[in-house]
């Protein structure tokens, strides 16, 4: 499994789940609609994106696209150390 | 007093249809909260209803689906008076499930998709539900909650047996039981209150027609308005909105957004939104946006309530958006509204929620609950009557006092707010502080005993207290004072943990102090000004 989806999950699971009996998410599946983060946990995940990975993330990047799935985490980390680099 | 009461003019529904409040059927039965509804759907069966994503439900879509779920309701025996807990997202099933819920006669139980299985546990106990109208992605949730055998649970998606599969839409609704007068209860909100246990606030199709009657005579939503709601419609301020806008004809964009606001606001442009509710936590979002990069021009009214805007934001909105009405309100979910500032005193006393409401009485008490003159200036607890005012709290213990007590005029009910306001020699009403340890974190309700009960079942708690502490996102967040038991030990990130798992993310608290000793008072209570 990669780094990056495993270091978020670990991040989610620890601070933002949103219950015991939530169930830690699929690797595709909606934070949105499974009720795994709300509103205040996106900008948290948010900025802990731009700490662990010296990344910033504009206003107009926050968005499900980019930040709704692990999966969509990962591509989107990935693509913004690219363009650093 | 000067009641403020704006004349009631123009933008009920379309001429020749039934108002939705009032009229000569009014004191025999109904009409009722749904009535408005039903009838712009027979007149307008072909309109756009509810938009949500790239999906439109015209009203005569909708009403073949609220007629769908009353029916098979209705087939599994559930009848007027009966509770109905809907735990939903906010969606077409949700609105359908609502109204579904009324045209039946049976009592609509909102609760929001982030509720957690404890708090469902409490509130179908609470309630004695007969049904549960849910989803299956929500199922870690209902399926931890416990409940009583005869429960009939419909799920949108996937449905494990028992549950039953979401009901099809059907042209065909006759012969249902539906309310008798309007009197009947509608609607339970439930609301954390002091009890440290969230009540069902009761809401009659009376109460809820008079309340849309005061919102309406100053919001004057129109039949041609498209509403944008990122607003959890479980919450009053939300629900409302759902009522007015489809009881008037409008059509509904359901945003489930809020947390994107980049998203939202195309969404807002891409629409043509013209009305949009927010709180201050979406405001501050949305400000923190480049707003002239989107076409808002349609946006004409905007509203602010459940917890005070900022004064410098209430600035920034009427400069980013200066084509849009703003309005500042004030509310509680026993009243859905007590006050509103109008558009027109904004710039000049933005930190005031304006002189009351139409067709409301309010005044001030003093500590003792003494009424305070009604001219000059004045501070005290505001007090609200009216039509609109709930009878009380559900299974609420009989003799035991709460905020609501009947009168003073037959039929309606008086509401001590609980807020504290400073009223200027012209009536303007400036909140000041509350009389209980209530206070808001992101605009949400907490109180400390409930948070406290949760951090005590615990089990190396011995005794715990909780506070406010200022935060930049969140204007206040929650702290928890905990002391342990001799030899026990606890991590911070578990008190946390366990609180996000069982309260409401808003009452998790966000930072633990362990202490040896929590502040008390000579008599051994807990001295709360005294935690910082």
Redesign the interface.
């Known amino acids: 499994m990669s780094t990056i989806k495993a270091e978020v999950r670990h991040y989610i699971q ?1 601070n933002l ?7 830690s998410p699929g690797d595709d599946e909606s934070f ?4 795994v ?7 948290e995940l948010v900025a802990h994106l731009e700490e662990t990975y010296g990344i910033k993330i504009g ?6 696209e980019n ?2 799935s692990l999966n969509a985490i990962e591509a989107f980390v990935q693509r913004k150390r690219e363009v650093k680099a | 007093m000067d009641l403020h009461a704006p004349p009631l003019r123009g933008s009920l529904p379309p001429e020749g249809a039934d108002p939705p409040w009032g009229g000569p059927a009014a004191d025999r039965a109904g009409p009722f909260i749904h009535s408005a509804f039903e009838a712009r759907c027979r007149e307008q069966p072909g309109k756009t209803a509810v938009v949500v994503g790239e999906r439109r439900v015209s009203y005569g879509e909708l009403i073949a689906q609220v007629h769908g779920i009353a029916v098979a309701m209705h087939d599994a025996g559930i009848t007027r008076g009966d509770r109905v807990v809907l735990l939903l ?1 906010s969606s077409v099933d949700y609105v359908a499930a609502l109204h579904a819920v009324w045209h039946l006669g049976a009592v609509a139980v909102p609760l929001g ?2 509720t ?2 404890a708090k469902l546990t409490h509130v179908l106990n609470d309630t004695g539900a007969r049904a549960l109208l849910t989803q299956a ?2 199922s ?2 209902w399926g ?1 909650a416990s409940h009583g055998a005869s429960l009939c649970v419909w799920v949108r998606g996937e449905a494990p047996s028992p549950a039953l599969a979401w009901p099809s839409p059907s042209n065909h609704a006759t012969d249902l039981p539906g309310p008798t007068s309007a009197g009947d209860l509608a609607t339970l909100i439930y609301t954390s209150g002091t009890t440290g246990q969230p009540k069902g606030v009761m809401l009659s199709h009376a109460n809820m027609l008079a309340a849309w009657r005061s919102v309406q005579a100053y919001l004057q939503l129109r039949p041609q308005d498209v509403i944008g709601l990122a607003l959890p419609p479980s919450f009053s301020y939300g629900l409302y909105h759902v009522v007015m806008g489809l009881g008037i004809g409008a059509t509904l964009v359901l945003e ?8 939202l606001v195309q969404r807002l442009a891409s629409e043509r939104v013209t009305v949009f509710p927010g709180v201050p ?1 979406l405001w501050a ?1 949305l400000l ?2 480049d707003l002239s990069a989107h076409d808002l021009s349609a946006l004409r009214l905007i509203t602010n309530a459940a917890a005070a805007l900022p004064a410098a934001h209430t600035a920034l909105l009427r400069a980013r958006l200066p084509q849009a009405q703003l309005l500042l309100m004030y509310g509680l979910t026993e009243c859905k509204r007590a006050s509103y500032l109008p558009h027109e005193e904004v710039d000049s006393r933005p930190e005031s929620v304006g002189r009351g409401l139409p067709f409301q009485e309010h005044w001030l008490v003093d500590e003792h609950g003494q009424r305070l003159p009604d001219q000059g200036c004045a501070t005290g607890e505001l007090v609200v009557s009216g039509a609109h005012v709930s009878a009380g709290y559900w299974n609420a213990a009989p003799g035991v006092a709460t905020r609501i007590s009947p009168g003073p005029r037959p039929g309606e009910h008086t509401l001590r707010t609980g807020d504290v306001f400073r009223r200027d020699e012209h009536g303007w009403l400036y909140c000041v502080g509350r009389t209980d340890d209530m206070f808001k974190s ?1 605009g949400e309700k907490v109180y400390p005993l409930e948070v406290e009960h949760a951090i005590c079942e615990l089990p190396g708690v011995l005794e715990a207290a909780v506070s406010p502490m200022p935060d930049e ?2 204007g206040l967040a929650v702290k928890a004072h905990v002391r342990l038991k001799p030899g026990a030990t606890l991590a911070e ?1 578990e008190v946390i ?2 609180c ?3 309260l409401e ?2 009452m998790a608290p966000k930072a633990v102090a362990f202490v040896d000793q929590l502040p008390q008072t000579e008599s051994g209570k807990l001295r709360r000004r005294d935690l910082a």
Request: charged content about 25%; aromatic content about 4%.
């Open positions: 620890e789940l949103l219950g015991a009996g939530a169930v949105l609609e499974h009720q983060l709300d509103s205040t946990g996106f900008l206003d107009d990047e926050m968005v499900p930040l709704d | 997202d998709p982030q957690k299985a992605t929500l870690s949730v931890a489930n957004t809020a947390a994107f606001p980049a998203k936590m979002s923190a946006l992101r996102r969140l990130r943990r366990h996000q798992a069982r993310s808003w």
